[in-house]
């Protein structure tokens, strides 16, 4: 299976300019965790999380509207391809220790985005499983290695298609 086949097309995406009132805004109104931070060629620079966000406005004493999505995106990004096998994105996410890729084409412009989610949805169990398919045992390995506890200097990303 490839991440083409499965992934999130068209998701929302800002810039560093952007502030965070209007990043919340965008995750609100599209449903989703995360933002790819686009230059303006459309190649991704970085990510914001929702968590990015509450962090920053919870520990910085500013408001919102007063900081940028630049201030508080991570620059290091794991992404992935369109045309990538799943179990390549999943072993990019186990490896960056991440639950959603930007999915990139060779110049690094924002084609997609492929979540846990969107895997766990087109995952089948042992017994429905074909040889080539994406299982539950592994969907669930990679959660476990997303979800061990890191050393607090692991907490960079770096731009990494597979």
């Given at each position: 299976?490839?991440?083409?086949?499965i992934?999130?097309?068209?998701?929302a995406?800002?810039?560093?300019?952007?502030?965070l009132?209007?990043?919340?805004?965008?995750?609100w109104?599209?449903d989703?965790?995360?933002?790819?931070?686009v230059n303006?060629?459309?190649?991704?620079?970085?990510?914001?999380?929702?968590?990015?966000?509450?962090?920053?406005?919870?520990?910085?004493?500013r408001?919102?509207?007063?900081?940028?999505?630049?201030?508080?995106?991570?620059?290091?990004v794991?992404?992935?391809?369109?045309?990538?096998?799943?179990?390549?994105?999943l072993?990019?996410?186990?490896?960056?220790?991440?639950?959603r890729?930007?999915?990139?084409?060779?110049d690094?412009?924002?084609?997609g985005?492929?979540?846990?989610?969107?895997?766990?949805?087109?995952?089948?169990?042992?017994?429905?499983?074909?040889?080539?398919?994406l299982?539950?045992?592994?969907?669930?390995?990679?959660?476990?290695s997303?979800?061990?506890?890191?050393?607090?200097?692991?907490?960079?990303?770096?731009?990494?298609?597979a």
């Amino acid at each position: 299976m490839k991440v083409r086949d499965i992934m999130t097309k068209a998701p929302a995406s800002c810039g560093m300019e952007t502030n965070l009132c209007a990043a919340t805004e965008l995750l609100w109104n599209r449903d989703c965790g995360i933002l790819a931070v686009v230059n303006n060629e459309q190649r991704v620079v970085g990510v914001v999380t929702d968590r990015d966000i509450c962090i920053a406005v919870g520990t910085r004493n500013r408001l919102p509207s007063e900081m940028t999505v630049g201030e508080v995106a991570s620059g290091n990004v794991f992404a992935c391809r369109t045309d990538d096998d799943v179990h390549t994105a999943l072993a990019t996410m186990a490896q960056g220790r991440v639950r959603r890729l930007p999915v990139i084409d060779a110049d690094g412009k924002l084609e997609g985005l492929l979540s846990m989610d969107d895997i766990i949805q087109h995952s089948a169990s042992g017994k429905e499983a074909r040889p080539d398919s994406l299982t539950y045992h592994e969907v669930v390995a990679t959660l476990k290695s997303i979800f061990q506890a890191a050393p607090a200097e692991v907490r960079g990303r770096k731009i990494a298609a597979a």
